[in-house]
């Protein structure tokens, strides 16, 4: 059942969340209108379509910004998380989602100290990745031919290093015009320093042989294109000798950190680029000095070696002449010296001859004293072979027929030797003889039965010489004589047969 009653009639105006929401943009955009918002960058997001999203936050509050893609070029910065800045755009709002955001357009850091916090970032990430080692510096060519500068084409840095090198030692100079602050200067200023290490070495283009990276003094702000990380890192990877010169003496950007020298000034860089040629001339003209003392320091020592070294040497053609003079001496000595030598050589040989027995009378003797021994042998055999018995009959005989045949081979050799004697062998015959004698000698003397006799025994004999053998054939009162080593003594026997027998007897019965 409807209610009879009218609805309640209200003075409060009705609106849309669509009126709402306009409305609060309105209000917002038409109150705050540009405004400049300090705060932390976080959350920054880059889509496809080239926006950035991100948020700005502070101890207390957080807001969202978003960058159009029509201003990112014009943005002043690159935005980073964690990174203090002053963003400046428009505030509006979100109806969608029922939120208020920043429109940015520019923006900037947060003074001194969040761009040094960025850069320190910078750096330690770098240092890191050992960009800033120093073992990756490199020598600096001594007289190079082409010089290459990325700078600016307009202001002063240019006209000092041309007024310098010029001044120098007049070198090539190509210059690769680039902003060196503001709005995308580090991505123009990395290009141009990879556009001079990509040329070829044997282009149209000279390729040059040092780089210089230069720009005046001014502030942190101004100075912050060298310090993005884009410089830094196509400055590392540059094949070419690269030298920073930006900023004067106590401004530090980290491209000095990767270079391979750092000048205060443009104009230092440029000195150090190329040496004066002044300098050269000068260090050319001492080198030269150098050389030229050292040269002769060598001449004049190694003219005193030889000098010593003369002095050491003899003097050759004295020696030869010595020594000619004593070969003429010698051969004179000795020309003179042979007849000499060959008349005392007669002469000794003449009196050694003379001293020489004759052959003949030494056969002679040799001849008697073997009759003589051979007639002895033959005297005292029978004596021994009674004395010896049966056995030394046969000795006896047989050593007779020895000294026969000993005599006989000497009397051949003998007339041998006396029939092809000749002046030079006859002492070698004689010598040959005469020890073949005395060798035979004592054989002789031991067999002879005199030697028996030396010992002590007894030959008895008759008178007439004939040996008495026997007791019995000796008759009593017969004439006896006893021959001792010494002599001779005639006894008388005493008794006959079967009597006792003499001491002499008794003994050359024994024998």
């Not at 149209?204 to 005046?216: E, F, N, Q, S, T």
């Not at 750092?262 to 002044?278: D, S």
């Not at 000794?348 to 004293?369: C, I, W």
């Not at 002895?376 to 050593?399: C, E, F, H, K, Y």
Request: hydrophobic content about 45%; glycine content about 8%; proline content about 6%.
């Amino acid at each position: 059942m409807d209610d009879p009653r009218p609805a309640p009639v209200s003075n409060m105006p009705e609106y849309t969340v669509s009126e709402i929401s306009g409305a609060v943009k309105r209000t917002l955009e038409t109150t705050f209108g540009r405004v400049r918002v300090r705060g932390e960058l976080t959350e920054v997001k880059r889509y496809p379509s080239g926006h950035i999203y991100l948020s700005l936050k502070d101890e207390n509050s957080k807001i969202s910004g978003i960058v159009w893609k029509g201003s990112v070029s014009r943005l002043g910065m690159v935005p980073e998380n964690g990174t203090e800045v002053i963003a400046t755009g428009r505030i509006t709002s979100y109806a969608e989602r029922s939120s208020y955001q920043l429109i940015i357009e520019r923006m900037e850091y947060a003074g001194a100290g969040a761009l040094l916090a960025r850069i320190e970032m910078i750096r330690q990430r770098l240092a890191a990745e050992g960009l800033f080692d120093a073992d990756r510096k490199r020598p600096l060519p001594v007289l190079p031919r082409v010089i290459g500068v990325v700078t600016s084409e307009r202001g002063a840095v240019i006209q000092d290093i041309k007024i310098t090198i010029s001044r120098r030692f007049p070198a090539t100079i190509l210059v690769w015009p680039v902003p060196v602050q503001g709005e995308g200067s580090a991505e123009r200023i990395a290009a141009a320093i990879a556009g001079f290490d990509a040329m070829p070495p044997d282009g149209a283009i000279p390729r040059p042989d040092v780089l210089i990276v230069a720009r005046g003094g001014g502030s942190l702000e101004d100075l912050m294109a060298f310090n993005e990380e884009i410089v830094v890192r196509a400055a590392a990877a540059c094949r070419i000798p690269l030298i920073s010169a930006v900023g004067h003496e106590t401004d530090t950007t980290l491209i000095d950190f990767v270079s391979d020298r750092r000048a205060p000034t443009p104009t230092a860089a440029a000195e150090m680029a190329i040496p004066a040629r002044t300098d050269l001339i000068a260090d050319l003209a001492q080198k030269n000095s150098r050389l030229i003392g050292a040269l002769n320091r060598l001449a004049q020592e190694s003219r005193l070696r030889l000098a010593r070294a003369e002095r050491g040497i003899p003097d050759l053609p004295a020696l030869l002449g010595s020594a000619r003079q004593r070969l003429d001496d010698r051969w004179e000595r000795a020309w003179l010296a042979l007849p000499s030598l060959v008349a005392r050589r007669r002469v000794v040989l003449t009196s050694v001859e003379r001293r020489l027995p004759d052959p003949r009378s030494l056969t002679a003797a040799a001849r008697e004293t073997t009759r003589d021994r051979a007639l002895r042998l033959r005297l005292s055999a029978p004596g021994l072979i009674v004395a010896r018995r049966a056995g030394l009959d046969m000795t006896a005989q047989r050593l007779a027929g020895a000294v026969q045949r000993a005599i006989t081979a000497l009397r051949l050799r003998a007339d041998r030797v006396t029939g092809r004697m000749t002046a030079a062998p006859i002492r070698a015959a004689v010598r040959e003889a005469s020890a073949h004698l005395a060798g035979l000698g004592p054989r002789l003397e031991a067999a002879s039965p005199m030697a028996l006799l030396q010992r002590g025994y007894v030959l008895v004999t008759t008178p007439a010489g004939q040996p008495v053998t026997s007791a019995a054939s000796v008759k009593p009162g017969g004439k006896l004589k006893l021959h001792f080593g010494d002599g001779e003594v005639d006894a008388v026997a005493q008794g006959g047969a079967g009597r006792g027998r003499s001491a002499p007897a008794q003994k050359a019965l024994d024998l």
